[in-house]
């Protein structure tokens, strides 16, 4: 899979602002990001959005702008540091008890369990340690591999009591999430106690492929043949060609897709594609046909299955339905759909710009007066139509079984971006191409060109024209690599604009129109 030449638009672009606005709020601040549900259990949690927010982040770095590893790196962090706060992970002292229809009858056998990756919650476990992996296969970074990087801590002076800390890192949380698949015999960990989710155990077989990646390991293969084999006997797909939700890990009773929900299949089609391309890719168009409501003038909407009554109470959550299937539908590179549920989005979902992110708000009311559909969650609105519009054909797939060579990771690249919008930015035969509009109205926009190190002389060109010429990070503003004289207000411009230092090339970014750059490098 080779990059996209076409550069972001302004909407794509809005989507990667709002993830890092986002990453970017205090400690305990979750504006924008709260649901329906209650007490961070249903498919809307901060976990969910987090998580998908760097998937997000991964897919267009990989796809679109490989060559910009510092418009990424920084927000990847923020997201990961986030995802360790006790607000996205503190629900498990709960839920860890059991309780639910699903394992009421384990209550008196189960422990009230603080550690929120010790056994069980798949749902929050794979995704911290894929993305500890997706990060380190991405940056060529190891920081997760410290011990300790990965630390779950709490402690409240009103409970009394020592600090509660379980310590990990990339390695051991692997480790950990290993061997409970080995121990259920490939099945899958379970989410709640008890209930093994098809679609939670599909985030660590990603991250297991990104730690191969980086030591040359089998893991993920050896999974994904005993993930197989395990569900041979159960089937993937219930009767009506639906993917299984869920199996009792005792019973070894099949929960079906019976609500038809349209979550279930988005969601887990759309992240086995991954490493089961064909089977996904095979079933589909038959099971999105079920979910769609055609509009008018080519939009396209989602319907929901009716919420439910379990044990007597009206359950309150988000589906996120609407999201899901546009993700799906982005991973299948079935343009049509997506396009038809872009124009419904932009229709009816009101989209909104903030600190120059786009987002659509939380909306509970189910549809407007002409029946058109206006509910939409924080998943769906600040997530995973950004996404959507970032990822692209077989993108996971791509991800996973179409890896860098390690000469990627030594090319030049933009390895530091401040107030700077990248809209392209790709290095292929010599030339680094990138382009860039600085958002600091006071011109504090800052890029660094790294990698620059025994690659000899280099031009650097904006909007065609001779900015700069240098050997390795050194700048020689008096002509370019072959003598030419470079302007006497160009030469201004050099001093104030750009500068060489032992991280590479720094290049401050004015804002005004994107202009477009390229860096050839003489090897």
């Known amino acids: 899979m080779t990059p996209s030449s076409a550069p972001l638009d302004g909407v794509q672009l809005g989507h990667l602002r709002h993830f890092d606005n986002l990453s970017r709020r205090l400690p305990n601040d979750w504006a924008l990001m709260q649901g329906k549900g209650q007490g961070q259990d249903d498919f809307g949690s901060y976990r969910f959005q987090l998580a998908y927010m760097a998937y997000a982040l991964a897919l267009a770095h990989r796809h679109r702008l490989p060559a910009a590893p510092g418009a990424f790196r920084p927000t990847f962090q923020r997201l990961i540091a986030k995802m360790l706060e006790p607000d996205v ?154 993917y299984n939700m869920m199996i009792s890990a005792d019973s070894r009773e099949v929960r079906p897709n019976t609500m038809v929900a349209p979550w279930v299949d988005a969601w887990c089609g759309a992240l086995m594609n991954s490493w089961n391309r064909d089977f996904v890719h095979e079933h589909y168009p038959s099971q999105v046909r079920e979910f769609l409501v055609p509009g008018s003038d080519g939009a396209i909407s989602v319907r929901s299955s009716p919420a439910t009554e379990v044990m007597g109470q009206r359950l309150v959550s988000d589906t996120c339905d609407f999201g899901w299937v546009a993700a799906w539908a982005s991973e299948m590179g079935d343009t049509e759909t997506l396009s038809g549920l872009f124009t419904h989005a932009d229709r009816y979902f009101a989209p909104t710009w903030r600190d120059s992110g786009l987002y659509y708000p939380r909306n509970d009311v189910p549809a407007d007066e002409d029946g058109h559909r206006t509910e939409i969650e924080p998943m769906s609105g600040n997530v995973l139509l950004g996404y959507a519009r970032l990822n692209v054909p077989d993108g996971l797939h791509g991800l996973y079984n179409q890896p860098w060579d390690r000469a990627h990771f030594t090319d030049p690249a933009l390895t530091e971006v401040d107030a700077v919008d990248v809209s392209r930015a790709e290095f292929a035969d010599g030339v680094l191409h990138f382009r860039l509009r600085g958002r600091d109205p006071a011109g504090a926009g800052r890029v660094v060109i790294g990698r620059l190190g025994g690659r000899g002389e280099w031009t650097l060109r904006r909007d065609g024209e001779v900015l700069a010429s240098g050997v390795d990070a050194s700048v020689h503003p008096g002509g370019d690599s072959g003598g030419r004289e470079i302007r006497r207000e160009i030469r201004r411009e050099i001093r104030r604009e750009i500068h060489g230092g032992d991280s590479g090339l720094e290049l401050r970014c004015l804002p005004g129109p994107p202009r477009e750059y390229t860096l050839s490098v003489a090897r």
Not at 144 to 160: I, M, N, Q
Request: hydrophobic letters at 40%; charged letters at 20%; aromatic letters at 18%.
């Open 89 to 242: 992970w503190l629900y498990w002292r709960d839920i860890s008890r059991g309780g639910s229809i699903y394992n009421a009858h384990l209550v008196d056998q189960l422990r009230e369990e603080w550690d929120p990756v010790a056994r069980d919650n798949i749902m929050y476990s794979a995704y911290v340690q894929s993305m500890a992996h997706l990060y380190a296969y991405l940056f060529d970074d190891d920081r997760y591999a410290e011990p300790g990087a990965l630390t779950f801590r709490y402690w409240s002076f009103f409970w009394g009591g020592a600090e509660r800390r379980f310590p990990y890192d990339q390695n051991s949380l692997a480790e950990t999430v290993y061997w409970q698949l080995v121990e259920s015999g490939y099945l899958g960990v379970a989410c709640e106690p008890n209930c093994v989710f098809q679609i939670c155990n599909q985030p660590a077989i990603l991250g297991f492929r990104m730690q191969d990646l980086r030591t040359g390991g089998r893991r993920a293969q050896e999974v994904v043949q005993g993930y197989q084999k395990a569900w041979e006997q159960f089937g993937r797909l219930d009767a009506g060609g639906h």
